[in-house]
């Protein structure tokens, strides 16, 4: 795995390290918090490796922000103990930190995982990980703990494991659309029902993501936000951006307003979401659907194909 970050331009290498340096930093603070606890886990607690993957990673981002779409930094962390992937306990002053630093100038997403998890991972040859030891850049790195050399997926296995994600998520798409669906229906009734529409529409979104990088990737991370859902999807395969028009700013705000839909419109009183809004969240979701169903359809027959399965 490479560990320069060359084929960046200077300005996206300074955010990455700047993104670094408060991952760390927030992560030493969360971890000497209140007397640094007692607990070896904790006590000897460690970052292991920071590693950027995705666009980033490959070269092929995209910076377009008058089109409203700019790639996002993913980045892995690896910590040393299953523990230490607690986002609220560990990470989340620093992502904070970074979300509000003017000197990064794009979202960075993370996701956390242990290193004994990591390694089981790539034994098993699950392609989001395979993939990240293949493209992936070493951004900080503890000398001693490297990862597990990764092992083929053997087609029969992918094929039955991208059937059984793609039949197990459809189905429970299907079953949130529809209820958002009787939701949208009355919203003239009150705030009450529009609230119930906008979080069964996030929970059809956020599922719709996860049958699609279930069935490509063999990985969903542990994450309610769309958008960082809808950024990993979208690294995968660009043809799912045509579900969410950004070029205007209505429609990013309407994306906004279902991000928000998964605390809000259970927990505040605030929440709420015009019939109009959400007729037009229901039309992307569908959209949506109907894109990452025909995504998979694909993903099966070119995984069949590979494994020499007939087509019938």
């Known amino acids: 795995m490479r560990s320069d970050l060359d084929h960046l331009p200077e300005r996206q290498q300074r955010e990455l390290e700047r993104a670094r340096d408060t991952l760390l930093a927030g992560f030493e603070a969360a971890r000497n918090g209140g007397g640094g606890g007692t607990q070896e886990w904790r006590r000897g607690g460690m970052v292991l490796k920071i590693i950027l993957f995705g666009s980033y990673a490959r070269a092929d981002w995209v910076d377009e922000p008058e089109n409203g779409y700019l790639s996002d930094f993913d980045l892995l962390i690896v910590v040393s103990h299953e523990k230490l992937t607690n986002i609220a306990d560990y990470w989340w002053n620093a992502e904070d930190q970074i979300l509000r630093d003017p000197t990064i100038g794009r979202t960075v997403n993370i996701i956390v995982h242990d290193f004994e998890e990591v390694n089981g991972a790539l034994r098993r040859g699950e392609y989001f990980w395979t993939d990240i030891v293949r493209d992936g850049v070493t951004l900080y790195d503890v000398p001693g703990h490297p990862l597990a050399v990764p092992l083929p997926m053997t087609p029969v296995d992918a094929v039955a494991a991208a059937e059984r994600f793609a039949e197990s998520k459809l189905i429970d ?50 994450s309610h936000n769309i958008k960082f859902l809808r950024s990993l999807a979208e690294d995968v395969d660009t043809r799912l951006v045509e579900a969410w028009p950004r070029a205007q700013r209505a429609d990013r705000r309407r994306f906004e307003l279902l991000k928000r839909a998964y605390v809000e419109a259970r927990y505040s009183d605030q929440y709420d979401a015009s019939p109009e809004d959400l007729q037009w969240l229901m039309e992307r979701a569908r959209r949506l659907r109907d894109i990452v169903a025909d995504l998979c359809e694909s993903r099966a027959a070119e995984l069949k194909a590979k494994a020499g399965i007939t087509l019938t």
């Open 173 to 222: 798409l299907a079953g949130w659309l529809e209820d958002a669906g009787s939701w949208v229906r009355r919203a003239s009734e009150g705030q009450h029902a529009r609230k119930r529409a906008a979080f069964h529409l996030h929970q059809a979104v956020e599922t719709a993501y996860a049958c699609f990088l279930l069935v490509h990737t063999f990985y969903f991370p542990r």
